[in-house]
Structure formats: C-alpha cells, structure tokens
C-alpha cells in the first residue's frame, strides 16, 4: 500500500486570504459613531451601552459627537419609538444639549396628553442638561404646552425658545423659568414668525419680561422679531433717554430682512428688563419707527 504524504504547501503558492472577522471591539471608533449617527436606533444605543468593554473604548468620542446632542421631533404617530431609547439611564446621564421640535401637525396629539405628560417627565432624567432648545412652539395642544412646567433640570445653564409664537405659549413659561431662576444664565426667544403686531398682546410681551426678573442679575435675556413692529429702545419722547439704555440691539437679515436683536446688558438684567418694559411699545409702520428715533439706534452687522 502506497504511503501518503502530508507536505506544505509551497510557499510560491498564493494561500487564499480570509477576511478578517470584526466585532463590536474591533470596529473603528469612528465608524462605530457614524453608525450610530445614521441610525440612531434604540437597539444600537442598547448594544453599545450594555457592552462595557465598547462602551469604555469608545465613550470619550461617543459622547462628544452623539450623545450630547439628541434632537427629536414628536407627533403622535411615532413618539414612543422616538422617546423609548431615552429611558436608558446611561444614555440619560450623557445628554448635555437637548433640541426638542414639535410637529406641526398638532391635531395628532389631541389624545396624547398622558403620554407627552410623560414626555416631560422622561427628560427630568437628564440630570446633567446644560442647554435646551424647544422648537416650533405654537399650534400644538394646550395641555401639551403646559407640560411644560413639569420640566425640573438641576443644571439648565440655557434656555432656548426658537421659532416660537409667544402669545400662544406664555402660560407655562413663568414656572418654567421659576423651576430653573438659580441656575439658567441666558434665556433666548427667537421669534422671527411672527409679523403681525395685531396678534401679539402688549400685556404678553410685558408679561415675558416680567417673568424673566426671577433670574439672576448675571443672567442675560436675548429676543429677536422679524418684521414685528414693537421695540423694547427709547423712542422720542420716553422717560429713558438713548444714551442711558442699558440694552443692545443690532439688525441683522439672518433669518428675513430686518430682524432686530435685543440684548439685556451683562450683569445689569434687572436694571435692562425695567428700561425693555418701560420703553416698550407697538408701531403702526416702520415709518413710524423711524420718525420715533428708533431704528437709529440699532447697529447693523
């Protein structure tokens, strides 16, 4: 019987190559975050943080790039799914800046309002939120609105409401900022929808003010409006002359052409909140703005 002998294969031949096999730990941390950016997927954000061994690798950049931001928009159809990756406690502890849009599309919610009372309840747990923007504020439902005022964030530096119609949301934004007086330091409300003055109630805008004094002097209070014709600067005839306006205001076509800023001085909110609501008052026409001294005293960049 013939023998048969095992040799090795000649070394001039090509030994076919195997792929290389990756895991979770071998996946580059930054494909790891471009995945999770592209799908931000409740079962991915589980995966990560249940996996100790990646979430230590890749914690650092994970968290700057992913985590610190989370923006969600909610409507009635998909707000649980959007919602559910949110009650991971370690994914909680990680958020620093919050967006929070709202779908225009209000109606969807008229029978939600246990579930968005949750909502607001689920980002209490965010125990290390630095800043939150709430977006598109307006024809959402009522009770809906004032959820707001259950929101209680130890830590809220900035408060943001952007593209917000104030009229329709002043009732819970007094609470709001009494929930956070001791720690917010710049309160923003950008409005630049609203163009008719016939919509906004001067006692609202008064109001807005006034609730804004709860916080502390070093805090500071930036409004803009876009084609809205009221105007927080002396004008001729008031009590404050321009060169004692302890406010600044600036023009600028970011968001439509002559959206005027206004900015209460650093550490001086108080003595600017009292010249805005002392000053303030309702144009019929930019004409009459002019005629006032008022568009003046804004500066252009």
């Known amino acids: 019987m013939s023998k048969i002998v095992k040799t090795k294969m000649d070394s001039s031949e090509d030994a076919p190559e195997t792929p290389p096999k990756h895991t979770l730990l071998t996946i580059p941390t930054e494909a790891m ?3 999770a950016r592209s799908t931000a997927s409740a079962d991915l954000l589980r995966l990560r ?6 979430a230590d690798r890749t914690a650092d950049a994970f968290t700057a790039r992913f985590l610190e931001t989370r923006a969600i928009v909610i409507h009635g159809r998909d707000m649980r799914r959007k919602l559910r990756p949110l009650h991971e406690p370690k994914l909680a502890s990680s958020v620093k800046h919050l967006r929070l849009g709202f779908d225009v599309r209000y109606w969807e919610l008229k029978h939600e309002s246990k579930n968005l009372k949750n909502c607001f309840t689920v980002f209490n747990s965010f125990m290390n939120l630095r800043s939150l923007e ?8 009522f009770r809906y609105k004032m959820s707001l005022s259950d929101l209680r964030l130890p830590h809220l530096e900035v408060l943001v409401f952007y593209y917000c119609q104030f009229f329709k949301i002043l009732t819970p934004v007094p609470e709001l900022l009494a929930n956070h007086k001791q720690t917010l330091t710049s309160l923003r409300l950008h409005d630049p929808e609203i163009r008719n003055t016939r919509l906004v109630k001067t006692n609202d805008w008064i109001a807005l003010l006034e609730a804004a004094k709860i916080l502390r002097n070093a805090a500071t209070v930036e409004i803009s409006t876009y084609c809205a014709l009221v105007s927080f600067l002396p004008y001729e005839g008031s009590v404050t002359a321009s060169d004692d306006a302890v406010i600044g205001a600036w023009l600028s076509d970011e968001y439509g052409i002559g959206t005027k800023y206004y900015r209460t001085e650093a550490g001086n909110l108080h003595g600017s909140l009292a010249c805005m609501i002392r000053d303030f008052r309702e144009f019929e026409s930019l004409e009459q703005m002019d005629e006032a001294g008022v568009l003046g005293q804004f500066k252009k960049v």
């Open 33 to 35: 975050e471009r995945i």
């Open 49 to 54: 943080l249940s996996n100790k061994l990646v």
């Open 134 to 141: 709430l977006h598109a504020l307006r024809d959402i439902n």
